[in-house]
């Protein structure tokens, strides 16, 4: 008999509380800890030598020797020019979508009457400046492109620009579809630069030799990478805003024995391919639809491109059929999983996704799979991996947006108020602060 590509983990009849499943559910070996102190020395490099370090890690790391970090304005025209047709019509549309999407979800201003003369307003301000990373590895992602620059676009930021790895193959530049995505959103400012060193790159600015500017330093920085990427975000963040520490990616799936079998394994495959790290997960109280869920496995696997890769990461520990009680127990599983992607595939999908707390997307149905959001549905596809859903959302134009609150009382309100404030400094042993409040009501 065939050994199943996948393990099996039966929690049936298991506590349902959220220890105990966090516990129970299959994670990846994933240390960023351990990563950090390998990239510490590469971040603090970057900080004291700016462009002389960069360039030295990318030989290193990436195989090339550049002469600059900037990708020349001609490389993204030409990338541009030379995009398939049909490639460049799905960009746009995606780009369309999420647009559409990102423009609707923008926080508006407003403004509370407190009490008559007083009033609070919260302003929702974009951040002056943000980079934006896109990974470069076993495939190549002119959609994250697309996911992280229009959300920072949609908020208002005013200096955007993008990094990716240098590659061997394309002379030193990030992939031509990456730049030609770069291009199509009018995204000028493009660098070839890769890992920790293009994090450190964007968190403190990059001067050459002589000491000019070559990279200003950004307010946030947002986008996927591996785990030395993840851990150069955490080392910097504090400096630079982040939107997260992405890990590999994830997928799990809900599924009851209304679900197609076929179409299950397909959609486990496709965040497979991602890398052998990735996982998948499928949870379900069917025994009938796992043994399905199986052989489908076995047989799509063996006949797809990147088999090796996906056969690696189903058979690792971050992957499983995980067997429950029923859609209820099911719940709390995924709950407590807090998936990247989360499908729902049962009897009454829309009322059980209405139930999900823990989630950086999900998906209803059997015709919302994972791999529209990954390109076309207009959601985005940079969200919280390795459980952090349970914190964490995914990117979106709220990202590059700072809230500021502006007080405005008058004299009268601002009267009112005062033996409140008076009480709550004596308090709080700060009477200073009661009397930046007197000394504007003198006694006669």
């Not at 964007?202 to 990427?229: M, S």
């Not at 399905?292 to 047989?299: D, F, I, K």
């Not at 709390?332 to 989630?359: F, K, M, P, S």
């Not at 940079?382 to 990202?399: K, R, W, Y």
Request: hydrophobic share 50%; with cysteine; proline share 6%.
């Amino acid at each position: 008999m065939t050994t199943a590509p996948i393990r099996r983990i039966d929690l049936r009849g298991a506590p349902l509380d959220p220890a105990t499943l966090r516990a129970a559910v299959p994670r990846a070996d994933l240390d960023v800890a351990e990563a950090l102190e390998k990239v510490r020395p590469i971040c603090e490099a970057v900080r004291e030598r700016g462009t002389a370090a960069v360039l030295e890690y990318t030989e290193r790391f990436d195989g090339v020797a550049l002469a600059s970090v900037r990708v020349p304005a001609q490389a993204l025209a030409d990338a541009l020019d030379g995009l398939d047709p049909q490639v460049r019509a799905a960009l746009e549309e995606t780009i369309r979508r999420v647009r559409l999407v990102q423009r609707s979800l923008r926080r508006q201003d407003a403004t509370t009457q407190v009490v008559p003369g007083g009033t609070v307003t919260e302003r929702w301000v974009p951040v002056g400046r943000v980079g934006l990373y896109v990974p470069g590895g076993l495939a190549v992602y002119p959609s994250s492109v697309v996911m992280n620059v229009v959300p920072a676009q949609e908020a208002g930021v005013e200096s955007i620009a993008v990094t990716s790895p240098a590659q061997r193959d394309f002379g030193g530049l990030p992939h031509p579809t990456i730049l030609a995505a770069c291009a199509l959103l009018g995204v000028a400012e493009v660098y070839a630069v890769g890992g920790a060193q293009a994090i450190a790159m964007f968190a403190h600015g990059a001067r050459d030799e002589a000491g000019e500017l070559v990279v200003a330093p950004v307010d946030v920085v947002t986008g996927p990478g591996n785990v030395y990427v993840a851990a150069a975000k955490r080392l910097v963040q504090g400096i630079v805003g982040i939107d997260a520490e992405a890990g590999p990616t994830d997928i799990a799936v809900l599924a009851d024995d209304t679900a197609d079998a076929g179409h299950v394994a397909a959609d486990l495959i496709s965040q497979a391919e991602h890398d052998v790290l990735a996982a998948a997960v499928l949870v379900t109280p069917s025994e009938a639809l796992a043994a399905a869920v199986e052989r489908e496995l076995q047989a799509r696997v063996a006949a797809t491109k990147h088999s090796e890769r996906i056969r690696a990461a189903l058979s690792g520990r971050q992957s499983a059929i995980v067997l429950v009680d029923d859609v209820e127990a099911g719940l709390a599983v995924v709950n407590a999983y807090a998936a990247e992607h989360l499908e729902i595939q049962t009897a009454d999908a829309r009322d059980v996704a209405a139930r999900v707390r823990n989630a950086g997307a999900v998906f209803v149905g059997p015709h919302a799979p994972v791999s529209l959001g990954d390109y076309c549905a207009g959601s985005n596809h940079i969200l919280p991996t390795g459980g952090s859903a349970c914190h964490t959302g995914g990117l979106s134009v709220q990202t590059f947006l700072r809230g500021i609150h502006v007080v405005e009382y008058d004299e009268a309100a601002l009267r009112e108020v005062a033996p409140h404030v008076l009480a709550l400094a004596q308090a709080e042993d700060l009477p200073a602060h009661g009397e930046a409040v007197s000394a504007r009501f003198p006694a006669p």
